[in-house]
């Protein structure tokens, strides 16, 4: 019998509001504006999953109004909040343009999650595509949706992502807080109310408590974060010092930095 070994995984799931008013409107006004939109949206979600995974391995699938991005390396943690935080800058700019120029109301959101997910084949040729499945794809799915209800908020992560991002990238604070806290996701709202170190490290990853929310499909509520829209801006030293962190080396920040430099407005 086959077997299926689980891969530790982060999943980011990428979508575009307004996508079938808006198709349905230039489709039928013969205008390939909307279209082109959607491409350079494509486009730089696969150029940004390259440049944040620093040659590991991820996964993409574009369809439709939005993305799956799978990172499936050893820096598969660091390397999906980069993607995310990446996106979410770079779309924000790519979506102002777009409603600039065409007096549209295009937006996104972005959820992001870790888990497990297992490689299955599709198709029955030799050179089959491979695929992946996992609970965690749509947890991440479910959480990209609530970004629908929250005023400013376009990118969440779930608990199992944030955890390992705290663990990674503050190790001492974080194994700090465990021993104080004795065990985490115990009573989390007055954890997140009374630590102020926990509030912090929350900020230093330009990220708000959301509290607990049941989405479809998950047994138990679920604490989310969302990310500050404030601290996440690019005219401020704390986007690029978490940027900084989640990069792989000097030289792949660097890259980084280029990157966005080329993207900016002019």
Do not use: W
């Not at 980069?82 to 549209?104: K, V």
């Not at 390992?164 to 990238?169: H, K, P």
């Amino acid at each position: 019998m086959k077997t299926y070994s689980k891969i530790d995984s982060t999943v980011v799931i990428s979508d575009i509001r307004n996508f079938t008013q808006l198709f349905e409107i230039y489709q039928k006004n013969d205008d390939p504006g909307f279209i082109q939109f959607v491409e350079e949206y494509y486009a730089l979600g696969g150029t940004l999953a390259q440049l944040a995974s620093d040659g590991e391995k991820f996964y993409l699938k574009s369809a439709g109004d939005g993305i799956l991005t799978i990172f499936l390396g050893e820096h598969h943690v660091q390397s999906s909040y980069l993607y995310g935080l990446l996106l979410f800058q770079l779309l924000e700019i790519s979506c102002d343009a777009f409603n600039q120029r065409a007096d549209d109301n295009v937006s996104f959101g972005i959820g992001i999650e870790t888990g497990y997910v297992q490689k299955v084949s599709c198709g029955v040729e030799s050179g089959a595509s491979e695929n992946y499945l996992g609970s965690v794809i749509n947890i991440a799915a479910r959480i990209e949706a609530k970004t629908k209800d929250f005023h400013r908020t376009k990118l969440i992560i779930g608990e199992k992502i944030y955890k390992r991002l705290v663990q990674n990238l503050f190790e001492a604070e974080y194994d700090h807080l465990v021993k104080r806290s004795a065990i985490l996701r115990k009573d989390y709202d007055e954890i997140i109310a009374h630590h102020n170190d926990m509030n912090r490290l929350n900020q230093n990853l330009m990220l708000f408590y959301l509290f607990e929310h049941s989405l479809k499909g998950v047994d138990q509520p679920m604490p989310l974060f969302r990310l500050s829209p404030t601290l996440a801006d690019l005219h401020k030293t704390s986007f690029f010092n978490v940027i900084e962190r989640l990069s792989n080396s000097a030289t792949h920040y660097q890259r980084i930095i280029a990157f966005i430099e080329a993207h900016l407005p002019k």
